[in-house]
């Protein structure tokens, strides 16, 4: 499976972060003009929130099993579970991407002051921030994984890295479900 040069994995790391979290941050900063995507209804905008939700949910799911996979040294399973892993992430991405870009930023906290000072906008921030930890993180272990036999990988940082990545990325997933209810279900 050794698609990636060996010595290019940590340049090929950080060429993907930069280019991914410029994309992010181009869309969150309100960069990309809504005229450069394709227009849709009001009900797909408005419905994009819960299937991400529903991603985010199926992630965790995939990345626990592919955590407990490994730990059983099914290697194959593990495989498996975090390429869905990194796909349903995608999935999220390039909707929630979508959504901010075609309506022209981020949606206002619709709940009381207190909640978004002291709860709302707490979350929001370990979460974003976690997330953008997350993406050099995966990009390395998914790399690593590419460029080296079953074999070599174990002498590499993957299960070091894996094992942070894995942590942290559940935890960001979980709390953009939280973001989610207080966004769209609690308020």
């Known amino acids: 499976m050794e698609y990636v040069p060996r010595e290019r994995v940590r340049l090929l790391t950080g060429v993907l972060s930069v280019v991914s979290l410029a994309v992010v941050f181009a869309a969150a900063g309100g960069r990309i003009p809504p005229s450069s995507v394709p227009v849709a209804p009001e009900w797909v905008l408005e419905t994009i929130p819960l299937v991400n939700a529903l991603l985010s949910g199926a992630a965790i799911g995939s990345i626990m099993v592919g955590w407990r996979a490994i730990r059983r040294g099914d290697v194959d399973r593990h495989r498996v579970a975090m390429l869905t892993s990194f796909g349903l992430f995608v999935g999220f ?9 075609a309506t022209g930023g981020p949606q206002p906290f619709p709940g009381p002051d207190m909640v978004y000072q002291f709860v709302y906008i707490p ?3 370990v979460h974003i921030l976690l997330a ?3 993406i050099p993180l995966l990009y390395y272990v998914l790399l690593l994984a590419f460029s080296r036999s079953i074999a070599d990988l174990r002498r590499t940082a993957h299960a070091r890295v894996g094992r942070i990545a894995a942590t942290l990325w559940l935890i960001s997933f979980s709390l953009g479900i939280v973001v989610f209810a207080l966004l769209h279900v609690v308020y």
């Open 132 to 134: 953008i930890i997350c």
């Open 93 to 101: 991405l390039t909707l929630y991407l979508y959504r901010l870009t």
């Open 123 to 125: 979350l929001l921030a």
